[in-house]
């Protein structure tokens, strides 16, 4: 399949969907959803594409962080990275799967869309702090993280 231009326009979703007016959207821009989720969906089908890659992807880099448990200078914090990566993952790959169908949920409103997709967008920075807190520490500020721990020497 070729990707979207404006000499190949990208097709249109069936009638069935049901449309989420969120923001108006240009007629320049393509009818396909080329960025991840850094933009609203204009579809409840495209909200739930949106989340289920946003949180197969965040339950990946969960699981890859808990690997690094062991080896971390500060493991709890790492450990709570490693959790909130996959908790947070799963629970949106859930609300995908249930947004698509509107046997479940209905018909949602623009607000109710945009609400969603504000939640899992929200989740990414919370998430990206703690990883950053694994590497940098916060035992400054944050009294659960004890000091790190010494280099292992292995003989």
């Not at 399949?1 to 959207?25: D, E, G, W, Y």
């Not at 959790?83 to 409103?109: H, N, P, W």
Request: a positive charge; aromatic letters at 8%.
């Amino acid at each position: 399949m070729r990707p979207c231009s404006p000499t190949n326009p990208c097709p249109k979703p069936p009638a069935a969907h049901i449309t989420c007016p969120l923001l108006p959207i240009p007629s320049t821009r393509p009818s396909c959803q080329s960025t991840m989720f850094l933009s609203p969906p204009s579809t409840q089908s495209d909200l739930s594409t949106t989340l289920i890659q946003s949180g197969a992807l965040m339950f990946l880099g969960g699981l890859l962080v808990g690997l690094l448990v062991y080896p971390s200078r500060y493991p709890r914090i790492t450990l709570y990275a490693h959790i909130e990566g996959t908790s947070y993952g799963l629970a949106m790959l859930v609300v995908g799967l249930l947004v698509d169908s509107t046997r479940y949920v209905g018909t949602l409103s623009g607000w109710e869309c945009l609400a969603i997709w504000t939640s899992q967008v929200v989740g990414w920075p919370m998430w990206l702090s703690q990883l950053c807190q694994c590497f940098w520490g916060t035992n400054q500020m944050n009294k659960i993280v004890p000091p790190p721990l010494p280099p292992r020497i292995t003989s």
